[in-house]
């Protein structure tokens, strides 16, 4: 929604916030230029939804003509697909799940990236017009120089930022809306390589689907050429730069992403991001064609399974199986439930034990039951 | 450049001429603008200066049927000359208002909204998901309303033919009105001045949210609302259990009404997932016969045992609620009781008694109702059971669950006295049955054998049982058992194995 009065209220209300609890970054006098073109802010939050919220929000409401924003900000460990990926394709979920670790989407195009505190994120936020990418980078870059002139660093075509030539320490994307548009990117600094390659990995085979591939590449931390950088010197050289090229303080705002009167309408936000119709349901669709091995009795059995995932949820189902392995009736209801319901482990757990409870209770009837759903509830 | 400013404002008047599609001010701002240029040069000649009375003409004998408009794929910037079509928020047959989002594309990591400019009906989408889409080429048909036509007459009347912009301007009484042919079409079909209208767009521009909300004030009538309008969902919030003494670690979501719209229109889904599964069950259990038994337990005695425990617990990193004491005195009752740890065939031939008490537990999570199990509890301690009662509610609100958690019972409590209520008729889950619904815990006065009132903490229970295999007396000898464990839970020392 866009409304002249409510923006330049919220934005007033933004700004006596903000300079009531501005936190200086830097030994100037705390004052905040209104007339300046440019603004930096600092999320004090790790939470990958709300940051990503924080975005939306200011995408969707802040009038950038006069004024541009960078928004810099850092997450505890999560997990971050393109707007039209796949997570199934992307990432390792049942290792996500063990590890506590978040799954989001975010709404610009491009690959998955893996975020936790070693790394850090810079968005540019600008009008549709001014939407520019190589600058941004290059902006990086130079700040990355004039902290530490001798790091080998440089833009390539592909919006990609690469130390040493050949080590990838920067990824990009971007949103263009109808009159404003953000580009934001990673910058490792600490992260975790260990997690980040295994996360990252997914062991799901015989998945087809049109969705957006990441392009994996060989990583390294920005720390690890010089131990002395830390994400907070990372996030100042940056902010410097930007004040530089856009003639404004070096001041960098904090901003809570759960402050509601500040960012009015921002948990709606944060709550969308969370939801499984977002996450998993926004996955283009995609078909599973893989041959399970069931080891039964000393002897294996091999079940081909085929489906069709459409908004996360399975649109067609087949499980090929021997004849009368499972009473066709129990066989049948259990396509018939899978059917239409999300391609999700918690509700097809759910569909299976509670199926489980309608039919004859015969433990050999009940032991081939578990085997076969526990494998296919190993593919979601 | 070879449009400057008046041609730029002549080309927007061409624009909302409905002639052209593509974005033109967007040529200006391009920097490579190599394709487009070649393309549209040619259409910007001198013809095109002296147009003003011959675009009145036009206007006037406008169509009278609805015009289809090709929308075209503005310029996305740096650039691009492609992009992929990734999703389509609309249909062909839609509606849709000017920028309203239209369709999701992406090119090279930048996913783009494109929104509409027009309001009208969409007639045909030219691309399906994941085809290749090219900047200036035909997006979708809009079917543009014949009054449109009318409308665009009056604004050329009104408006003088210089201030264009984007936007129409309207010069009335030294006040610059700001607003789109469409929202002056509105206006005017409404008989409303757009002066007397608060525009809250950007620079004070009048929305059509404006005019329809400037409308409800004269009529006091309710409109439809905007495609996009909706009432904001009342926020979900996991409430803190009351501070009853039962302290149950669960988040119990508030029953949250979905967004309505103004019209109320009934909303029909299929029925899924965990609700396919509720259907499964119940449909199953009521070909069981219930018949159901209820008593009061005083658990003044248990209440103070627990306050003792607790801090015992907590050390070992454990919570401890009352459930752990109610399964395990359910447990100890089934052994004096077998049979309500059976299971009936479905010919109600044969009855088979479990040997493990597999008592199962009624949790609630945001999907719904599940139904996991402490395995064997007749061989596990309070303790134990409160180990893994931690183990399931944690696993439960993550939603991660498996397979051996959620079957297997034999037996199942209910503790719906955590959400609220007293007496309760509990549905049984088959292959079990029997069930019990615990209600909520609660100060009330009673007397004591000495005839003095006193401050008892109340629960009352709820059994359902299948009449089939069980009856009235066994359940409440059975009820009786599990009673006097809890009343006076020293008692549960003697028979613990």
């Not at chain 2, 408006?159 to 610059?176: A, C, F, W």
Request: proline share 5%; net charge positive; with cysteine.
């Amino acid at each position: 929604m866009r409304c002249a009065v409510f923006k330049n209220m919220v934005l007033q209300s933004l700004k006596n916030c903000l300079w009531l609890s501005c936190v200086l970054r830097t030994p100037k006098a705390c004052f905040w230029s209104t007339a300046s073109g440019g603004l930096i802010i600092q999320s004090v939050s790790n939470d990958v939804y709300q940051n990503l919220a924080v975005e939306d929000w200011i995408h969707d409401h802040m009038d950038l003509e006069k004024q541009q924003v960078l928004f810099l900000w850092r997450n505890s460990p999560a997990v971050v697909i393109g707007r039209h990926q796949n997570p199934w394709q992307e990432c390792n979920l049942r290792l996500l799940r063990q590890k506590n670790i978040k799954l989001a989407r975010r709404r610009s195009g491009g690959g998955t990236v893996y975020h936790d505190l070693g790394n850090v994120n810079l968005t540019f936020f600008t009008t549709r017009k001014k939407y520019e990418r190589m600058e941004n980078l290059k902006l990086v870059v130079k700040a990355l120089k004039a902290l530490r002139p001798q790091l080998d660093v440089h833009v390539t075509d592909r919006y990609d930022i690469l130390l040493d030539r050949q080590y990838k320490i920067s990824g990009t994307a971007a949103k263009l809306g109808r009159t404003s548009a953000y580009h934001h990117c990673t910058l490792l600094c600490n992260a975790d390589k260990f997690v980040l390659s295994s996360v990252l990995k997914s062991p799901f085979k015989g998945l087809k689907s049109n969705a957006t591939p990441s392009v994996p590449a060989l990583v390294k931390n920005l720390f690890e050429e010089d131990p002395s950088l830390t994400s907070e010197m990372l996030l100042d050289a940056i902010a410097k730069e930007y004040a530089v090229q856009h003639q404004i303080d070096h001041h960098i705002t904090l901003i809570n992403p759960a402050d509601e009167t500040l960012l009015p309408g921002i948990s709606d936000k944060t709550n969308e991001l969370q939801t499984w119709e977002w996450v998993y349901g926004k996955t283009p669709k995609f078909s599973v064609s893989t041959c399970l091995n069931m080891v039964y009795k000393d002897s294996i059995l091999d079940v081909k399974v085929n489906m069709d995932v459409k908004h996360g949820r399975i649109e067609v189902c087949n499980i090929d199986l021997p004849e009368q392995w499972l009473p066709p009736g129990l066989y049948s209801e259990l396509v018939k439930s899978l059917t239409g319901s999300k391609f999700c482990p918690n509700e097809t757990t759910t569909l299976v034990t509670t199926l489980l409870r309608v039919c004859p209770q015969d433990d050999e009837l009940h032991t081939r039951w578990s085997l076969l759903c526990e494998n296919i509830i190993r593919l979601m | 450049m070879l449009f400057s400013g008046s041609s730029k404002k002549i080309i927007s008047k061409f624009y909302s001429f409905e002639l052209l599609e593509v974005c033109i001010h967007r040529v200006r701002s391009c920097s490579s603008i190599r394709f487009i240029k070649s393309k549209y040069v040619c259409v910007f000649d001198k013809s095109a200066l002296k147009f003003s009375h011959q675009q009145r003409l036009f206007r006037t004998s406008a169509v009278s049927c609805g015009q289809i408009v090709q929308f075209k794929l503005s310029d996305i910037g740096e650039g691009i000359t492609e992009v992929t079509v990734k999703e389509w928020y609309i249909k062909e047959g839609d509606t849709v208002s000017q920028f309203d989002s239209i369709c999701e594309v992406q090119s090279d990591k930048a996913s783009v909204t494109i929104t509409s400019r027009y309001d009208g009906v969409i007639r045909k989408l030219h691309y399906s998901i994941d085809d290749i889409a090219f900047v200036g080429k035909p997006l979708v048909d809009i079917e543009i309303d014949a009054s449109k036509g009318v409308a665009s007459e009056e604004d050329v009347v009104e408006t003088p033919p210089m201030s264009h912009e984007e936007h129409t301007h309207q010069e009335i009484k030294g006040h610059k009105t700001l607003a789109t042919p469409a929202v002056r079409r509105l206006a005017m079909e409404n008989n409303i001045k757009l002066s007397e209208v608060v525009g809250t767009g950007k620079d004070n521009r009048i929305l059509k949210e404006d005019i329809l909300n400037y409308l409800a004030k004269q009529t006091g009538a309710i409109l439809p609302p905007s495609p996009k309008a909706e009432i904001a969902p009342p926020q979900r919030k996991a409430e803190a259990v009351p501070a009853a003494p039962k302290d149950k670690a669960r988040k119990i979501p508030v029953p949250v009404s979905r967004p309505i719209a103004f019209a109320g229109k009934d909303k029909t889904e299929p029925v899924t997932g965990f609700q396919k599964a509720m259907v499964k069950t119940m449909s199953a259990a009521l070909k069981i016969p219930h018949f159901g038994y209820s008593d009061e337990i005083d658990l003044t005695q248990l209440v103070q045992l627990r306050e003792e425990l607790k801090p015992l617990a907590e050390i070992r990193g454990v919570k401890l609620s009352f459930m752990p004491f109610f399964i395990k005195a359910a447990s100890l009752g089934l052994l004096q009781y077998p049979i309500l740890n059976a299971s009936l065939d479905e010919n109600c031939q044969n009855v088979t008694y479990k040997a493990s008490h597999n008592i199962g537990v009624a949790m609630d999570t945001e999907q719904g109702l599940i139904v996991p199990n402490v395995k064997n509890v007749q061989v596990c301690s309070v303790f134990d059971i409160a180990v893994e009662l931690n183990r399931l509610q944690s696993l439960g609100s993550a939603g991660q669950l498996g397979t051996s958690d959620l079957t297997g019972g034999t037996f199942t409590l209910s503790n719906i006295g955590t959400i609220g209520g007293t007496y309760a008729k509990p549905v049984i889950l088959p292959p079990e049955v029997a069930i019990g619904a615990l209600g909520k815990i609660q100060a009330l006065p009673r007397f004591n054998s000495k005839g003095e009132v006193f401050k008892a903490q109340i629960m009352n229970v709820s059994w359902s049982a299948d009449h089939r295999i069980i009856d009235g007396a066994t359940m409440a000898r059975f009820s009786n058992l599990w009673k006097s464990y809890l009343e006076n839970p020293a008692s549960m020392l003697l028979d613990l194995k």
